[in-house]
């Protein structure tokens, strides 16, 4: 089954520093998108960068870049310079290859990374 | 910017109510999705339609519809509200894929949050 594994419930990262989100990802399918969204405490869910599977170039996007390692599976999510408007949950999630059975609907999400920027 | 607005920020209803959820997007987006969202089990898809008067069941339809009669506006009925509805919603829109293998990025409205006493 596709999965989505974000292992890091919450974490702590000083203002002006840089931080890395871990996300694993499960799938054998041969292509799929990765996606990253920011999730602040209003509760929209901001979209933020996005990585294609044959994407050979890691995605950047200001001050979010995502740490493409395909053989790993996984797809971190770096955010540089941290600011205090980044505290938020993060999630990552996966749409499945529609060629093969994935639906327009499946998005796969995971369950999110709280984030908190000290300052 | 893509824009997506849902009618409500907060809503309290009561048991057994029928309650609308209306969601608007700006982009001429062929997709449009509901969530709901609840503490430890993350976004679940409700329902999903990527055309006007298309519907997919997403993961947990039992208990709402949904209707789309313009391209822009997809609502989300609960038709006897229970308390086990209660939760944040979530609406979203994407382009349909333009012959890849894979959707494109889902853009996010604001969120409702019910309350269903």
């Known amino acids: 089954a596709q999965k989505i594994t974000q292992t890091q419930p919450g974490m702590f990262v000083q203002e002006k520093e840089a931080v890395t989100l871990d996300c694993t990802y499960d799938?054998?399918?041969?292509?799929?998108?990765l996606f990253w969204y920011k999730q602040p405490s209003s509760g929209e869910m901001i979209f933020l960068i996005y990585q294609g599977s044959y994407d050979e170039q890691n995605a950047t996007e200001g001050r979010y870049s995502l740490n493409f390692q395909k053989a790993r599976k996984s797809a971190n999510l770096v955010i540089s310079a941290s600011q205090l408007g980044d505290s938020a949950m993060y999630f990552c999630a996966m749409s499945p290859d529609l060629n093969y059975g994935g639906s327009q609907g499946n998005l796969i999400f995971g369950k999110g990374t709280k984030l908190s920027v000290k300052p | 910017d893509v824009k997506v607005t849902q009618s409500s920020r907060y809503l309290v209803k009561r048991t057994g109510e029928k309650v609308f959820l209306e969601c608007v997007q700006d982009m001429d987006h062929e997709n449009m999705f509901w969530y709901r969202q609840d503490p430890g089990l993350g976004l679940r898809l409700i329902y999903f339609?990527?055309?006007?008067?298309?519907?997919e069941k997403g993961d947990i339809p039992e208990g709402y519809s949904v209707s789309r009669e313009k391209k822009e506006r997809f609502s989300l009925i609960l038709e006897s509200a229970s308390t086990n509805q209660t939760s944040m919603y979530l609406c979203?829109?994407?382009?349909?894929?333009?012959?890849?293998?894979?959707?494109?990025?889902?853009?996010f409205g604001p969120g409702t949050r019910l309350l269903v006493l």
């Open positions: 979203a829109s994407s382009v349909s894929g333009t012959g890849g293998a894979y959707q494109e990025t889902q853009y």
């Open positions: 339609s990527y055309d006007v008067k298309m519907k």
């Open positions: 799938t054998s399918d041969q292509s799929y998108g």
